[in-house]
């Protein structure tokens, strides 16, 4: 079945097929249905989008620009094109855990749960596959946040000699 997209639509739907949180989703009316419902903003260099403690609901696809996204002055990860931020809030009924700020302007596509639950609703099918991109993403954190800390550990070992104790 060929849907008609508007040229916005199109545009929003051919991006969101780059993104690693859609990329591997293959139902086309469940990503049609995601881009018809996406809203584009624009944010300038230095401007909050999120802020640590806020109960929105929304995930932001990064279109252009670059953010970080920092607990006080604590940089944890910087994003640019093609990364998403947002996402665990829409499944979890905390507040952000975390504020994100833009380093350059930068453009978005944002979804809000509403729209995200509405499409899952209409295409069922497609909630398995999006739990595992999901639960993929989350493993990759989890796996370079060791990583790390077992690169700390290791250089603080280095510094400090063992026979020092």
Not at 23 to 47: D, H, K, P, R, S
Not at 48 to 61: P, S, Y
Not at 79 to 106: E, K, Y
Request: some cysteine.
């Amino acid at each position: 079945m060929f849907s008609k997209t508007s040229p916005t639509v199109a545009n929003h739907l051919a991006f969101l097929r780059t993104t690693d949180f859609l990329q591997n989703i293959e139902n086309e009316a469940f990503l049609e249905c995601l881009a018809a419902e996406m809203e584009e903003q624009t944010f300038e260099e230095n401007q909050a989008i999120l802020h640590k403690g806020d109960r929105e609901r929304l995930i932001f696809f990064i279109v252009e620009g670059k953010v970080k996204i920092h607990v006080d002055d604590i940089k944890m990860a910087e994003l640019s094109r093609g990364a998403h931020f947002g996402d665990i809030n829409l499944f979890d009924s905390q507040p952000a855990s975390a504020t994100v700020t833009t380093i350059q302007a930068s453009q978005c596509l944002v979804l809000h749960q509403s729209k995200l639950q509405a499409a899952l609703q209409k295409h069922s099918e497609s909630k398995a596959d999006l739990i595992a991109s999901l639960y993929q993403r989350q493993q990759k954190i989890q796996t370079s946040t060791f990583q790390q800390n077992a690169l700390q550990s290791w250089c603080t070992r280095v510094q400090t000699p063992s026979w020092a104790y």
